[in-house]
């Protein structure tokens, strides 16, 4: 597979390994909300590659549809590379604005984004997407770095969005009308849904051999893939008409073994009008709910970039954001990934003027949704632009055109900021000392690799969560006496829940119990904070 090399990847690559948990410290009075919860709709404001880092715990494996607007990378847009990276050269980096006369723009460029995708293919579903919006300054590199981080197999689009249809005789040579949106998926367990049809659409189906689940078009059984990429997708297809079995030379299928017997006893397969085709087709029938997606988005669905102008000139009366995404252009991206009663959770970590946000409670308004969003952003205007913005169509906009946004979204949300790093070292020296459920959430995560439920918790008895493997108890309290005088012993030991029958996994400060006891409890003991990672490690070994 080809690779992209640029200055400061060796760096880089693991980078998002090192980058330390921080706190996500909740702020009411900019949330909207009862009771604010990293379970409810979020806005976090702080450094993005941090915040993920943060938010981890809470969403690995959960988040089903992406969708991120970067820097372009134009020279023009001031932004600054701020990984605090530990190299004399990625140093030197440090906070300052990246320019058309940048000569190692593309290198800085490649550095910021790379563990910023590491980080959320972490938080996608296996039956996830990522939508990623770029133009051509940045198309080429990123759709190699994007490869190298999803993998090849898993790229579905390279999508031309119409973002505006007059042009203009200003330009040197050509003006582009377009961005690209690339869409890479998980894994092979995805499914786009269907596009509505129209009369055009439906115009490509036909049925030449008189099927009478009626008229269809067919689509290749062979992946872009190679068989060394999907070794999983490699197998043997006989061709019921000549008897033969057929197997791609270089290239695996499209679709799993399981999958493929699906198509066979469904007779999906189109082996050509004489039934001698070399390899098979698959069948879509126009009787199927919608249609597949194209990788060509015209302003009439998906909007312009005026559109999306307009519509926070609209929100706030000015216009307090440069070049914004149209809502119609993110909703499109719902429409394809996610359901309106699955409870999908939708993540932006360029948040932006909040359109993404925006977007989910429009659909949800629209289709009865139950999607949830999390934004995130770096700014200063997180809160004065992104955050208002939420609280202003949730509130509703009395000039607004739409009757429904005038009315409002309705919704809630709640407003974090990154705090301090979880820094577990000086926990027993009493320096930045984390809050429970912020220590809870990080040793939960790290030790069994699942998602932490804060609302499992219950402090009076330890309990922070069932794993897989444990049930797993925290005794700490964010106070230094207490961190010297709390240990595990014979009596705390014994008034354990029973739970649920599991293995104990036991984080405290020390113990006062022998090996025989614990294993007599059934307990395995972590001491806060130098064998944190030691369950997960000698589970994966």
């Known amino acids: 597979m080809p690779s992209l090399n640029f200055k400061g990847k060796a760096l880089v690559q693991n980078y998002h390994l090192l980058v330390p948990y921080h706190e996500l410290n909740p702020v009411k009075s900019k949330s909207l909300t009862e009771k604010v919860s990293l379970h409810d709709n979020l806005v976090v404001h702080g450094d993005n590659l941090k915040a993920l880092k943060a938010l981890l715990p809470y969403y690995h494996g959960k988040v089903k549809c992406i969708y991120i607007d970067p820097p372009y990378n134009t020279g023009n847009e001031g932004w600054v590379y701020n990984d605090n990276v530990n190299s004399p050269m990625m140093q030197d980096w440090l906070g300052k604005v990246v320019d058309r006369e940048d000569l190692t723009r593309h290198d800085k460029w490649l550095c910021m984004m790379m563990p910023r995708l590491k980080l959320l293919r972490e938080m996608l579903t296996d039956d996830g997407i990522i939508f990623v919006s770029v133009d051509s300054v940045e198309a080429a590199h990123l759709r190699i770095l994007m490869d190298e981080v999803f993998g090849p197999e898993n790229f579905l689009a390279d999508a031309a969005w119409e973002k505006r249809y007059t042009r203009s005789n200003n330009a040197k040579l050509f003006y ?166 699955a409870h999908h959770v939708v993540l932006d970590c360029f948040a932006g003027s909040g359109t993404t946000g925006h977007a989910v409670l429009t659909q949800n308004e629209t289709d009865g949704g139950s999607r949830r969003f999390v934004l995130v952003e770096s700014e200063e205007y997180a809160d004065p632009v992104t955050a208002e913005r939420i609280r202003r169509v949730i509130k509703g906009v009395p000039k607004a055109k739409d009757a429904a946004l005038r009315k409002g979204l309705g919704g809630s949300f709640s407003f974090f900021e990154i705090g301090a790093p979880m820094e577990i070292e000086t926990i027993l020296k009493g320096d930045k000392l984390p809050s429970y459920q912020s220590l809870a959430g990080y040793v939960f995560y790290t030790a069994t690799g699942e998602e932490f439920d804060a609302k499992a918790v219950s402090r009076k008895t330890g309990f922070i969560g069932e794993s897989a493997q444990y049930d797993v108890y925290l005794f700490y309290e964010p106070d230094l006496d207490y961190l010297r005088k709390t240990a595990l012993t014979l009596d705390l030991a014994r008034d354990l829940p029973k739970g649920s029958g599991k293995r104990r996994l036991v984080f405290a400060p020390t113990k006062y119990l022998d090996g025989i006891h614990l294993d007599e409890k059934r307990i395995d003991f972590c001491q806060l904070p130098y064998e944190i990672y030691k369950p997960l490690k000698s589970a994966k070994s």
């Open 176 to 341: 582009s009308l377009k961005d690209t949106i690339l869409v890479y998926r998980r894994s092979d367990r995805t499914t786009l849904l269907r596009e509505p049809r129209s009369e055009k659409t439906d115009g490509i189906y036909r049925n030449p051999d008189e099927d009478p689940r009626g008229e269809w078009t067919s689509s290749s059984y062979v992946n872009p893939a190679t068989k060394a990429e999907r070794p999983n997708l490699v197998y043997r297809i006989k061709n019921p008409h000549t008897g033969k079995w057929v197997e791609h030379p270089t290239h695996a299928w499209k679709y799993s073994p399981e999958t493929h017997a699906e198509h066979v006893a469904e007779k999906r397969l189109w082996w050509g009008e004489d039934g001698q085709a070399k390899y098979p087709r698959l069948k879509v029938f126009k009787s199927d709910e919608g249609v597949v997606p194209i990788d060509v988005w015209h302003y009439q669905t998906t909007g312009t970039t005026d559109e999306g102008g307009f519509s926070v000139k609209e929100i706030f009366g000015s216009a307090v954001f440069e070049n914004p995404k149209p809502v119609s252009l993110v909703q499109r991206m719902l429409n394809l990934a996610t359901k309106p009663d």
